[in-house]
C-alpha cells in the first residue's frame, strides 16, 4: 500500500516555473516507477513524465519535453517534476502516481494516486 501527497502547486504567470513534490508513505516506495500526469477542465488524464525505481531512466511527455524534468530522492520518499517555461496551456491538476504494470504512458498501469496539485498559469 502506498499513499501519495502532492504538493507545490499554485497560480503563475507564463514562463515562470514550479517545481511540485510528492511524498510516499510506506516503505517500499523506491522499488516502484513512478509517473506524474495532468488533466485539465473537460480533458482526459495525460501522461506527463515517468521515472524507474531508481531515478536511471526517465521519460517526458514530446508536449512538455525539454521543459519538465521528473527526478526522486528515495531517501525521502519523494519524486518531484521541475516545471519551467510554464505557458498557458500547462493549466491542469497534476497527479503523481505508482506503476502497477503495463504502459507507462497510461493511467491504467498506475494502481496509487494522489489527490492532485493545481497549476494555473496565465498569460
Known amino acids: 500500500q502506498v499513499q501519495l501527497v502532492e504538493s507545490g502547486g499554485g497560480s503563475v504567470q507564463a514562463g515562470g516555473s514550479l517545481r511540485l513534490s510528492c511524498t510516499a508513505s510506506g516503505r517500499t516506495f523506491s522499488t516502484y516507477a513512478m509517473g506524474w500526469f495532468r488533466q485539465a477542465p473537460g480533458k482526459e488524464r495525460e501522461f506527463v513524465a515517468t521515472?524507474?525505481?531508481?531515478?536511471?531512466?526517465?521519460y517526458a511527455a514530446d508536449s512538455v519535453k525539454g521543459r519538465f524534468t521528473i527526478s526522486r530522492g528515495n531517501a525521502k520518499n519523494t519524486v518531484y517534476l521541475q516545471i519551467d517555461s510554464l505557458k498557458p496551456e500547462d493549466t491542469a491538476v497534476y497527479y503523481c502516481?505508482?506503476?502497477?504494470?503495463?504502459?507507462?504512458?497510461?493511467?491504467?498501469?498506475?494502481?496509487?494516486w494522489g489527490q492532485g496539485t493545481q497549476v494555473t498559469v496565465s498569460s
Open positions: 521515472i524507474n525505481w531508481s531515478g536511471g531512466s526517465t
Open positions: 502516481a505508482a506503476f502497477s504494470g503495463g504502459s507507462y504512458y497510461s493511467p491504467n498501469s498506475y494502481g496509487y
